[in-house]
């Protein structure tokens, strides 16, 4: 599978994870996912969603990754 570095377009969720900072609150979102093409990305998630990311089953869900100076971010629909 092509890996692309800097990501855009319409994107699924392939997996993701929720990283914690040491009081045990989410900290930041990784995510792994999918662009149209069938390459796949590298993305961060946005601090609001974590809590639903540790709440909802987050894989397969469909939205859209952009770069922004090099660091991709998803956000979901």
Known sequence: ???VENAEGPATIETYTVVHDR???PE???IVGRLENGARF???APKEILPAMEREEFIGRRG???SVNGENFFEPK
Do not use: F
């Open 1 to 3: 599978v092509r890996i």
């Open 23 to 25: 009081m045990g609150a």
């Open 28 to 30: 930041t979102g990784i």
């Open 42 to 44: 590298i993305a961060h």
């Open 64 to 66: 859209a990754v952009k």
